[in-house]
């Protein structure tokens, strides 16, 4: 059974950071795309970050030089680096594995504000 536990998320001021975690069990991300995903209120879900098994990560330009995907494969952990944080970077934040498959986690708050 797979299952990708987020943590992470909270309330930042704009201009600060945060760093997402995804940790699977069940599964290795060497082996998978794997993607952060975001959904804000009233707005359809949207890939913020993704990153191939051989490590190739591509940005939407509304993240790029900010946020940045990366893993960790002694813990099977995945992350999201969010720097120079904005408050239209509030959302729900979702990581994503496959394909092979898809998993989702179960999203965690992040909330940009003074």
């Known amino acids: 059974q797979v299952e990708l536990v987020e943590s992470g998320g909270g309330l930042v001021q704009p201009g600060g950071s945060l760093r997402l975690s995804c940790a699977a069990s069940g599964i290795m991300f060497r082996f998978h795309i794997m993607d952060w995903y975001r959904q804000a209120p009233g707005k359809q879900r949207e890939l913020v970050a993704t990153?191939?098994?051989?490590?190739?990560?591509d940005y939407p330009d509304s993240v790029k030089g900010r946020f940045t995907i990366f893993r960790d494969n002694v813990k099977n952990t995945m992350y999201l680096q969010m720097n120079s944080l904005k408050p239209e970077d509030t959302a729900v934040y979702y990581c994503?594995?496959?394909?092979?498959?898809?998993?989702w986690g179960q999203g965690t708050q992040v909330t940009v504000s003074s």
């Open positions: 994503h594995v496959g394909p092979p498959g898809d998993y």
């Open positions: 990153r191939s098994a051989g490590g190739i990560a």
